[in-house]
């Protein structure tokens, strides 16, 4: 029986072979040793936020959601930015917690891969501030220019980069 703590890994963009995803998937390999990832992609398949619907019973997609973000220790989000903000879809999904207390005091590591990034990152680490995760200034970073450090199959060139996410590893590892 694997002892290790479970995180659920949820990649902000929705297409399918994105540097978001590809990062998730190299977190998911590095971070074995310590902790497994599962990696949640299905942000197209929710249904738009809607307070009428955010009941006792709301839609099947989220209840599924919330079950899986209820079952882990912590939580990764790592999304592009699009117009200077986080997706959409992703903003979509988190409304979702916001009648909810899954997110409150749950581990969680906010990375942010785009060109650029900077407000994006901002706004992502309101929200989740916001929904009450927990977080640190080691399990936040921003990827300025990923496509520049990593190939298209998810190799990562930068020596630094791949430091930096190792200690965000480890250092999620100790919330956890």
Excluded at 79 to 97: H, R
Excluded at 139 to 168: D, F, N, W
Aim: aromatic share 6%.
């Amino acid at each position: 029986m694997d002892n290790h703590p479970k995180v659920l890994a949820i990649c902000g963009s929705t297409r399918v072979q994105s540097a978001n995803l590809l990062l998730l998937q190299y977190l998911q390999k590095t971070a074995a040793p310590y902790f497994n990832i599962t990696i949640y992609t299905h942000l197209d398949q929710l249904p738009h936020f809607n307070p009428d619907l955010d009941s006792d019973s709301p839609p099947a997609e989220i209840r599924e959601l919330r079950r899986l973000v209820e079952e882990v220790d912590g939580i990764i989000i790592c999304t592009p930015e699009y117009v200077f903000s986080i997706p959409g879809s992703l903003k979509n999904a988190l409304e979702w917690f916001v009648s909810t207390t899954l997110l409150s005091d749950k581990p969680t590591a906010l990375i942010t891969a785009s060109s650029s990034g900077d407000v994006a990152h901002k706004e992502l680490k309101l929200i989740m501030d916001t929904l009450g995760a927990r977080s640190n200034e080691d399990t936040v970073v921003l990827i300025k220019s990923i496509k520049s450090k990593m190939s298209a199959t998810g190799e990562i060139s930068s020596s630094e980069l791949r430091e930096r996410l190792l200690q965000l590893i480890l250092s999620l590892n100790t919330l956890l």
